[in-house]
């Protein structure tokens, strides 16, 4: 047996969990420990989410009474450049109309799409260890 002038080596294994949740609520272990903490927090995280999604209802509901009073004016807009003779110049109006709330309505739900997709396939990140080398 060869003689190792009385060294040891000591092997230590460092293992790093990361868990992650999507969305306004925590999972009910996280919940629970808010609770723990501070008691109260749950309630309050709770009502955080319901004003936050009564604010989205609202904001879509906004957005929605203002683009129906904008199709209102264009056909307002078309009526009168047609009382005025210009029917084929009414006809531009309406499809530009058609044109760009069509656009915008494409556009909004090709980027939620593409924002929902990459969250779906993006890896979950990992953590780094306090020697600077990344978790496996």
Known sequence: MPDDGGRRETLTRVEARFERYSGPIPPPK??????DVLPGSADRILSMAEREQKFQIAYAMCGLFFGFIA????????????????????????????AGTAGTFIYSNRTRRQELTARRQAPPARPELPDGSESS
Do not use: D, K, P, T
């Open 30 to 35: 996280e919940m629970r420990g808010h609770e």
């Open 71 to 98: 199709a209102l004016l264009l056909i307002a807009l078309s009526a009168y450049v047609v009382s005025l003779g210009f029917a084929w110049q009414s006809v531009g109006v309406v499809i530009g109309s058609i």
